[in-house]
């Protein structure tokens, strides 16, 4: 069975940085691409970046381009999602999802909240 | 960046009925890249839908996608009470970028 558990999330100060994981199991993590797609209280889905089952190509939303780094320890199993210089819209809860047939997020984590503010 | 809008906003059924969703794209698609997910209330999204008309595992067959360029359908058949959430259509596009539609929320009527 894929599972896929986000953890890390919280509650921080703007300009703050938080490190969130994502452990993956049920499936050949080193295989598949993966993404992070974000929802704000109440609003709808952003994605958020992408990494290739290697680590080596990478792309961001503008919204968090220089501020967030994605990354990946195959080894591990593990995703991750580095975000510094934290805003107040980055309040959302961060869901990691795999990416399957036709570049479609298939299984999805259940989710961790972030919440910036002072 | 392609836009994604769904209509309508909200759309009150009864069980039993058919329900009819739109996802209107800004630009052309490819088929192959456009999904649809069902979103209940504290949950993670959950897909339904991928190459716009190719139901995911474990669907029941009363969920159908239609569609190309950039008009696409979601119909449920017949409306079961656990089909009462919100839904998403998205795409994967050629800027390497995902995006989402704002969702259709079905609700009881």
């Known amino acids: 069975e894929v599972q896929l558990v986000e953890s890390g999330g919280g509650l921080v100060q703007p300009g703050g940085s938080l490190r969130l994981s994502c452990a993956a199991s049920?499936?050949?993590?080193?295989?598949?691409?993966m993404n992070w797609v974000r929802q704000a209280p109440g609003k709808g889905l952003e994605w958020v970046s992408y990494?290739?089952?290697?680590?080596?190509?990478?792309y961001y939303a503008d919204s968090v381009k220089g501020r967030f780094t994605i990354s990946r320890d195959n080894a591990k199993n593990s995703l991750y999602l580095q975000m510094n210089s934290l805003r107040a819209e980055d309040t959302a809860v961060y869901y990691c999802?795999?990416?399957?047939?036709?570049?479609?997020?298939?299984?999805w984590g259940q989710g961790t909240l972030v919440t910036v503010s002072s | 960046e392609i836009v994604l809008t769904q209509s309508p906003g909200t759309l009150s059924l009864s069980p039993g009925e058919r329900a009819t969703l739109s996802c209107r794209a800004s630009?052309?698609?490819?088929?192959?890249?456009l999904a649809w997910y069902q979103q209940k209330p504290g949950q993670a999204p959950r897909l339904l839908i991928y190459?716009?008309?190719s139901r995911a595992t474990g669907i029941p067959d009363r969920f159908s996608g239609s569609g190309s360029g950039t008009d696409f359908t979601l119909t449920i058949s017949r409306l079961e009470p656990e089909d009462f959430a919100v839904y998403y259509c998205?795409?994967?596009?050629?800027?390497?970028?995902?995006?989402f539609g704002q969702g259709t929320k079905l609700e009881i009527k």
């Open positions: 999802a795999r990416v399957g047939v036709w570049a479609t997020p298939d299984y």
């Open positions: 049920g499936f050949t993590f080193s295989s598949y691409e």
């Open positions: 990494i290739s089952s290697s680590g080596s190509t990478i």
């Open positions: 630009q052309s698609v490819s088929s192959s890249y």
């Open positions: 190459g716009a008309s």
């Open positions: 998205q795409q994967y596009g050629s800027s390497l970028m995902y995006t």
